[in-house]
């Protein structure tokens, strides 16, 4: 078993993000962007983890191999009518795909949760993503709905699904 360490992102960690994000983003077409990365500077990634720390509900987790950011996981806590509700996002470095890194970070995703009064987990995933489905009905997710064309990457319209954890149970 592979020794990999979770915890909470810092804003000194939001270098290593930043590379980490165009990393995965060359690696894969499930995410929202691609080996451009997110387009965030270093202060602008720091002001969201800070953001994110001072939101008892939100987090923002990192997976470390040693010192290889090799996965990370945040839950975003809405506002308002919405405050019993969070969305997710995940993401592990390719060559660390089926060595539980997604297990972990969304165990310890859904303890924050359950542990700050949130009731249920949302998130978006590519309908043809058969690992990342299996990983989150693994963990109680269920399919909700399909948002057609949600990504169009070239000429390709592609749908996504739409997951929810119901934690009030």
């Known amino acids: 078993m592979i020794d990999i360490t979770?915890?909470?992102a810092k804003p000194e960690d939001a270098?290593?993000?930043?590379?980490?994000?165009?990393?995965?983003?060359?690696?894969?077409?499930?995410?929202?962007?691609?080996?451009?990365?997110?387009g965030m500077t270093v202060e602008q990634e720091q002001s969201f983890l800070r953001t994110m720390q001072d939101d008892k509900q939100s987090i923002f987790l990192c997976a470390w191999k040693d010192t290889e950011l090799v996965g990370t996981a945040n839950l975003h806590a809405l506002p308002r009518?919405?405050?019993?509700?969070a969305n997710l996002g995940?993401?592990?470095?390719?060559?660390?795909?089926?060595?539980?890194?997604?297990?972990?970070l969304l165990q310890k995703i859904i303890m924050h949760a359950k542990n700050n009064g949130l009731e249920f987990i949302n998130l978006e995933v590519r309908s043809d993503n058969m690992a990342a489905i299996h990983l989150y009905t693994k963990f109680g997710f269920k399919k909700t709905g399909v948002i057609p064309a949600f990504f169009k990457i070239g000429f390709d319209y592609i749908n996504f699904d739409v997951m929810s954890l119901d934690l009030r149970y």
Not at 21 to 34: P, Q, R, V
């Open 6 to 8: 979770i915890r909470e």
């Open 15 to 38: 270098e290593k993000i930043i590379e980490y994000i165009k990393k995965i983003g060359a690696e894969t077409n499930n995410l929202s962007y691609g080996a451009e990365g997110s």
């Open 81 to 85: 009518r919405m405050s019993h509700r």
């Open 90 to 104: 995940i993401t592990v470095r390719k060559s660390e795909w089926n060595n539980k890194i997604g297990s972990k």
